[in-house]
């Protein structure tokens, strides 16, 4: 599940709440507060909970913050930490973060190679040289160097087009999928991706985790089930106005809605946006149904494709909500 990070002193207890719930890792997210620091804390509050970004903005940091901050976290966790990163958009890493933007698809591979060889640098005692394109790590002194740990963080890659999701399948240990996605999305567009990227590097799409973020729509009553439902349409709608996940709309015939959700986003209309975002589309991305239904459709679902499911409603984000949803996914179908 991802962990919204408005309230950081939530960190006490919602990471502690998803273990007793019996859930097998918690993703933070970088939107409003760093997305490490909730996980520091989590770390103090749990035992057996995995613990992982989904995502942390790559561009908006250097492979030595990122390698220093997951390393320190996998370290805290006693190896329960897995490093997720994400690229964003370039408007935010010019403009937000002051950081530069350039071939995002190669920097992104360079970067996680980057991350990997200063890994080795203090898990083997390997002399730090990297000379890439982008970044260059060729110093690396006693004072500096954390030494080895149990195990080194898996790598988890956020990638929506066959280029980044190709990266992940090349350099990476497994690919989050946007949550803009479907079974037939996963089939035609997600997996092919992947497989291009594994085959680069030697080895078959079965060798990487495959995380199907998955939106829910569900409601122990009426009033929340409808609530939840509300939610994932204005979810949909603000989503839609991004080009990346226009293939997913185009795929199951909503081709059009981006240009439609661009318009109104720009005059400002964005009470108007969720009335496009119709029934159908949302039981296409999402699954939708009560609470005891929603396991046996995601099993359905990834079948054959993944058994790793990130459940989220971003917008209904408290974790009794799914509850009974995460006690079938751990019985017996």
């Not at 998803?18 to 760093?34: I, M, P, Q, T």
């Not at 060729?138 to 740990?149: E, H, L, N, Q, S």
């Not at 035609?188 to 085959?199: F, H, I, M, Q, Y």
Request: with cysteine; charged share 25%; aromatic share 6%.
């Amino acid at each position: 599940m991802t962990i919204p990070t408005d309230d950081l002193g939530s960190a006490r207890s919602v990471y502690r709440e998803l273990e007793e719930l019996g859930y097998d890792r918690a993703f933070s997210f970088e939107a409003k507060h760093d997305p490490f620091l909730p996980l520091a804390v989590a770390a103090e509050h749990t035992e057996r909970l995995g613990l992982g970004t989904a995502v942390a903005i790559a561009f908006a940091r250097s492979p030595m913050t990122i390698a220093n901050a997951a390393w320190d976290l996998q370290a805290l966790t006693g190896g329960r930490f897995t490093l997720g990163l994400g690229s964003q958009i370039r408007p935010h890493i010019e403009q937000r973060f002051s950081m530069p933007w350039s071939r995002p698809v190669d920097r992104m591979r360079e970067l996680i190679l980057a991350v990997r060889s200063i890994w080795s640098a203090w898990q083997d005692g390997t002399p730090l040289d990297f000379d890439g394109d982008f970044y260059t790590h060729t110093r690396m002194v006693p004072a500096f160097d954390p030494g080895p740990i149990n195990a080194r963080p898996a790598i988890l890659l956020g990638g929506v087009g066959p280029a980044m999701t190709a990266v992940a399948g090349e350099v990476a240990d497994g690919l989050i999928v946007h949550p803009v996605n479907s079974r037939r999305s996963l089939q035609e567009l997600t997996v092919p991706a992947l497989a291009t990227g594994a085959a680069r590097a030697g080895r078959g799409v079965d060798e990487l985790e495959l995380v199907c973020v998955t939106i829910v729509v569900t409601g122990r009553d009426e009033e929340e089930f409808n609530r939840s439902l509300e939610a994932v349409r204005t979810q949909l709608a603000f989503y839609g106005t991004t080009p990346a996940y226009q293939p997913v709309f185009a795929l199951h015939g909503y081709g059009d809605l981006h240009d439609e959700l661009r318009r109104l986003a720009r005059d400002g209309r964005w009470d108007d946006m969720g009335r496009l975002i119709d029934d159908d589309l949302i039981r296409t991305i999402a699954v939708v149904g009560e609470p005891h239904r929603i396991a046996p459709a995601i099993r359905a679902r990834l079948d054959g494709i993944s058994e790793s499911v990130s459940l989220v409603n971003n917008r209904a984000p408290d974790p009794q909500h799914l509850a009974e949803v995460v006690a079938d996914l751990h019985a017996e179908p």
